[in-house]
Each structure stands twice: as structure tokens, then as C-alpha cells.
């Protein structure tokens, strides 16, 4: 545990898509290097300003360069101190659990703690014929799939067969994830509710993007992923661990900020073209106006979702120029983050349990014990035959975690 | 008396008034009527798509409904019947229509008692409704009844068809749609938001898993 908790009850942060998409006020597209190193600056400024998460999404085709996410992350996590790196999302269709176990679990380790990662299923089809898949199986594979990455990240060995991957004997995943605790998980959905019940089944965290769509859809997904939660025993429904996404623009003057993100609106590459950013203001959480116009409408989440731990902004999409974003960043972490802590904070009631972190769930797995740190033993060149891979430390009673080394 | 059915019609018309609302109108008159004679008391949403042309296509863009296509989506597909009426363009139905279609999910219709109307200037348009429009529904598995009324603009007049009235043809396909209401339980709602529902019977997570998981 080399992280400190300076995060508490709320963590709020960024997601990227990693769009490379044209200013349509000048008509400039940047090129990919511009792009990345923008990126890298805009998860640096979001540390800076005393935001706690900056997330990205997985991509494989342009106008998007993030396909590997991983990579960058572990970059902004050595360039960073307290920031939390994540995913938005890591698509556990299309990618092998086994290389999603071993990346974050890497991650993890090179990051002291401060990684944690948002599954979902991906919107781009082709992707899945890319990486040999079939768009038709989507759901079986996120639930097959996550099914054997939860597994890997808490049984030394592994002995698994399904139906959309080679089987395992005797597997172990390495580096076992950093103190024996797997990165929290976060499962995303926009509309499936099959997803909700699989985040609560795991007692993992839900998010809902929350800017695509009116707010009732995602109301109805999170309120059934709480009742689930309830259903499978991991506490009352307000103790579900709940992310959500939003989208705003701000200026001092309201009219300034509608003028000049309404040319990224109308040309965006997800809503352009379609309804007036008036109704899609009105229809999603998309906030275009003053910074208190957007803590107002943000300090109401609660009241549609519930007490909530994660609040990530998409900042940095449709061409806004890097300027233009840091900008952003710098009203979001200066004056309204600290507002919406404090006003998220109020009347929060102390059962709803505080972000996730690393920290935190180190402490649930083990208490004040000691904390597991496995040690392997010479290679023998296989798993299947013999006990542990590994020279352990003595499982302290009780563990969650950690029980497969000690079998 | 058994329980109280809904109606859902659905009109494609591009003027106001359209001669496909006013074979709408006819149609779902005539189908209450006839459910009326079974016993079956039944109420009547009419839509027409032009009020929610805008909708349809910022639906397409952005993939979602905004609040009024998205009550009126709501109530056609928690109908007991359904009543589609299509002006002939192109020798098919209405691109505004198909729109309509598309932003369907396509699983929503699957058994739903339907009657196509179709109207047209010239009855030369009338196959349509078995060539284009038929096949449509057949492909969502909507249940729907084998006679199709078509209406051209000589049928609002004298120069109708004189033996096939479209006062009959309207009695006929009116009378087929209510014969499949009747034969069926009431509509429930299918809240895909239920756990019996997406869980296929099964109580826990665990009936998903079992299937794709191999432990």
C-alpha cells in the first residue's frame, strides 16, 4: 500500500473517447501525435486542478488512436502523483480476459494501486469480426468472459474451459494483482440490463455514461443494478458503488459558452446534425453555460440516482482545441468540483460507502493484517502438476482474497 | 364483458388531413366496432408520424427517443393490436414510415396482431401492401391478418371499386384483426427491466453464467 486515501466519499474526474476529430471553427484536424500528446497534457491538468480520475476508452479504427489503453494510462500514471487512471471502457467482448488480467494487473502494480477499469461491450461493429468475434454473441461473451477474468485475478491457478476461448489448465495470471486485491471493476452499460445485473451479482460498480440519453433510461438501469445488489446480498441498495458521466461547457456568461461550443455541437460527431444543442440540453445532462448552472444541475444527480461514488466529464471531444479544454479543466477543478463535493457531501448518509480505491479495498480484504505479497517459486515449467506456484505468506483467516494460494 | 383491449394506429400520412388518416380512422372505427360484438371494450391511440418526424430522424442520429416519440413508441408496442397505414411511395411504403420501422426494436412486434392500410392515387399501387409491406411485418413476426385494405383516391369517391366495396374490405380486415384480439390473453407488458424477463425464467445471474461459464 504505498497510496494515500485523498480521495474520499467522491471521486471526479475525466473520460476521453480519444476522437481526432476537426475544429469545424477553423477546419484543422490534429494529427495523431498532436492528439496523444494532448491527451497526456489534458490527464495531467486534470491532477493539477485536484481532479481524481482520468479515464479513457478502447478504440480500433480512426478518427480514435486509443487502442491501447493500458499504455497511455501507465505513462500519466508516472507523470502523476494522486490520479486515479481508468477505462471508458475496456471492451471485454472483443479483448481476451486473460491479456485484460495480465494489462491491468501490470497496471495496477506500476501505478501503486491507482488503477481501476470500466468494462463494456463497445458500439463500433466491425470491431468484434476484427478480433474474431460474432456482434451477435456480445452479451455471452461480456458474461463469459468477465466470468474467467474475476477468476483469474483471485485464483493462483486456473483451470477453465467455455465456449469462446481456448481452454485453461493449470493458468496462473501474473503478476497476481498488487496485494492480492484485483482492480475495482466498474461495468458499463447504456441500456442492458442483463449488465446491471452482472455488476451487481460480483458486487462490482456500475456505470451509467449518462450523456447519451435522457436521464430515465439510465435511472431505471441504475435503480434495478441497486435493488440486485440488495438481491444478492451485498448490502441495501444505497450501498451499490455508482458511477455516472456527464458532459458540460462552461464561461462566466452562460451566452458566451452556448456560442462558442455550439459549432462543436452542431458538428459533433455523435449528436451533429441532429436535435439543437437546446434540446439536447434539455433531454441529457450536456450543461452549456455557467459554471453554476452546471453545479446545479450536477448536484441534482443525486436526486435521480442516488447517493453516488464517480462523476467523470467528457472535456476534450468534437475538435475543442487542447487551449480550449485546458480551459475547461480549469473552471471544472476550480470552481465547481469543490462546490459539488461539498454539496454531494451534505446529507450524505454514512451508509453509502466512499469512492473505491485500492486503499480502501486492502482494508476490507485483510483489515489490519498482514497483506499478502506472493513470492513464486523457481519455475518448474508447469501448473498442473505440484501445489502452489508460489512461496506464500500465510493467508490471514477469513481473507477474501488470496485463498487460492493456500489450496 | 372480458378485459378492456388498446388499440394502436399508426398513420403515415405526409397532409392534414391525409386520406391515410381518414382510412386509418375508418379501420380502427371498424375494429372497435367488431370487438365491440365480441364482447371486448376497446380504446383507440391514433398517431400520426408527422408529428414526430423530427423525432424519428434525431432518433436515428443519436440512437435514442426523445420524451414524446419515445411515450408514443411505449404505447404502440404495448398494444393488443396494431393498425399501420402507409401512403404507397416509390411503389413501397413512406421512407418516414420505414424510419418509423427502424427505430423500432426489432423484437417489440414479435406476435402482434397487425392490419396494413395502404393508400395510393391509383389503385395500380394495391399489391404493395403484399410485396413490400407484408414482408416487413413478416420479418418483425408480427401476426398479421391476410387481408390488407388499399385504398386509392378513386375509392373515396364513385370510381371505387363497385363489387369489393372499400367499405367492405374494410369490414373484412377490421373483422380479422378483432378475431386475433379475441383469440388472445390481454397484452402484458414485457418490462425488459424485470429480472423474470432477462433472466429467461431463471432467479439469479448464475442462470446466465451457467450457460457460458465452464467451471
Known amino acids: 500500500m504505498s497510496e494515500t486515501d ?56 480512426p478518427p480514435f488512436w486509443s487502442s491501447s489503453p493500458t ?19 475496456t471492451l471485454i467482448t472483443t ?18 494501486g491507482r488503477a481501476d477499469l470500466m468494462l463494456g461491450r463497445g458500439n463500433t461493429g466491425p470491431v468484434y469480426p476484427w478480433f474474431g468475434k460474432d456482434i451477435r454473441q456480445g452479451l455471452p461473451l461480456a458474461i463469459e468472459n468477465y466470468a474467467l477474468l474475476h477468476k483469474l485475478w483471485r485464483e493462483d491457478i486456473v483451470d477453465w474451459e467455455g465456449k469462446f476461448r481456448t481452454p485453461l489448465q493449470g493458468f496462473t495470471s501474473t503478476p497476481r494483482p498488487l ?31 449518462n450523456i447519451f440519453w435522457p436521464a430515465e433510461h439510465y435511472q431505471r ?130 451508509t453509502v ?28 515449467g508447469d501448473n498442473v502438476t505440484g501445489g502452489s506456484p508460489y512461496q506464500d505468506t500465510p493467508t490471514p483467516q477469513g481473507a477474501a482474497f488470496g485463498l487460492g494460494g493456500a489450496r | 364483458m372480458s378485459a378492456a383491449r388498446r388499440v394502436a394506429v ?47 430522424t434525431n432518433n436515428m442520429l443519436t440512437g435514442f427517443a426523445g420524451a414524446e416519440l419515445e411515450s408514443m413508441i411505449n404505447t404502440v408496442v404495448s398494444a393488443d393490436a396494431l393498425i399501420v397505414v402507409t401512403p404507397i411511395f416509390s411503389t413501397s411504403y413512406s421512407g418516414m414510415f420505414k424510419s418509423f420501422i427502424d427505430v423500432l426494436d426489432k423484437d417489440s412486434l414479435i406476435g402482434k396482431p397487425v392490419l396494413i392500410g395502404a393508400t395510393a392515387g391509383t389503385p395500380r399501387h394495391s399489391l404493395a401492401i403484399d410485396y413490400a409491406i407484408r414482408p416487413l411485418f413478416a420479418y418483425l413476426h408480427a401476426d398479421t391478418v391476410s387481408t390488407g385494405v388499399f385504398a386509392a383516391s378513386d375509392d373515396w369517391g364513385s370510381g371505387g371499386d363497385q363489387v369489393a366495396t372499400l367499405g367492405d374490405r374494410i369490414e373484412k380486415g377490421a373483422a380479422e384483426l378483432a378475431d386475433a384480439v379475441a383469440r388472445r390473453d390481454p397484452a402484458t407488458s414485457s418490462d425488459p427491466f424485470d429480472p423474470a424477463n432477462y433472466l429467461h425464467g431463471g432467479s439469479s445471474f448464475d442462470h446466465l453464467l451457467g450457460g457460458f461459464a465452464g467451471d
Open chain 1, 6 to 61: 485523498a480521495t474520499g466519499q467522491m471521486q471526479f474526474g475525466l473520460f476521453s473517447v480519444s476522437d481526432i476529430t476537426q475544429d469545424p471553427t477553423t477546419g484543422v484536424t490534429p494529427s495523431e501525435a498532436e492528439r496523444i500528446q494532448a491527451t497526456l497534457t489534458i490527464a495531467k491538468h486534470a491532477e493539477e486542478v485536484g481532479l481524481d480520475v482520468f479515464a479513457i476508452g478502447e478504440h480500433h479504427n
Open chain 1, 71 to 89: 499504455t497511455t494510462l501507465a505513462y500519466i500514471a508516472a507523470q502523476t502523483e494522486r490520479l486515479i487512471v481508468s477505462t471508458a471502457t
Open chain 1, 95 to 112: 479483448n481476451d480476459p486473460v491479456k485484460i488480467a495480465e494489462d491491468f494487473a501490470v497496471l495496477q502494480h506500476v501505478s501503486g
Open chain 1, 179 to 209: 496485494d492480492g486485491v484485483p482492480p475495482f471493476v466498474w461495468h458499463g452499460s447504456i441500456r442492458t440490463p442483463e449488465i446491471a445485473e452482472q455488476a451487481a451479482y460480483y458486487g462490482d460498480g456500475f456505470f451509467a455514461n
Open chain 1, 221 to 350: 438501469l441504475i435503480e434495478l443494478y441497486r435493488q440486485r445488489w440488495a438481491h444478492y446480498g451485498h448490502g441495501d441498495p444505497e450501498t451499490a458503488i455508482v458511477g455516472l458521466g456527464g458532459q458540460a461547457f462552461m464561461r462566466k456568461n452562460s451566452q458566451d459558452a452556448i456560442n462558442e461550443f455550439r459549432p462543436y455541437f452542431d458538428n459533433a460527431p455523435v449528436y451533429g446534425h441532429g436535435p439543437s444543442m437546446e434540446d439536447f440540453t434539455k433531454m441529457t445532462p450536456l450543461t452549456v453555460g455557467s459554471p453554476q448552472q452546471v453545479i446545479d444541475r450536477y448536484a441534482g444527480m443525486r436526486d435521480l440516482f442516488g447517493d453516488y461514488q464517480r462523476q467523470l466529464f467528457l472535456m476534450d471531444h468534437s475538435g475543442l482545441p487542447l487551449k480550449t479544454v485546458l480551459e475547461q479543466i480549469d473552471i471544472l477543478g476550480g470552481e465547481v468540483v469543490p462546490v459539488l463535493r461539498k454539496e454531494l457531501a451534505k446529507n450524505r448518509p454514512a
Open chain 1, 353 to 380: 460507502p466512499d469512492a473505491p480505491t485500492h486503499a480502501g479495498l486492502v482494508k476490507a480484504a485483510y483489515g489490519d493484517g498482514p497483506v499478502r505479497q506472493p513470492r513464486p517459486n523457481a519455475n518448474r
Open chain 2, 10 to 56: 399508426v398513420a403515415a400520412g405526409l397532409s392534414t388531413p391525409s386520406s391515410t388518416r381518414m382510412l386509418a380512422d375508418r379501420l380502427s372505427a371498424a375494429v372497435v366496432k367488431h370487438l365491440d360484438e365480441r364482447g371486448i371494450t376497446a380504446s383507440v391511440d391514433t398517431f400520426e408520424l408527422r408529428d414526430v418526424a423530427h423525432d424519428i
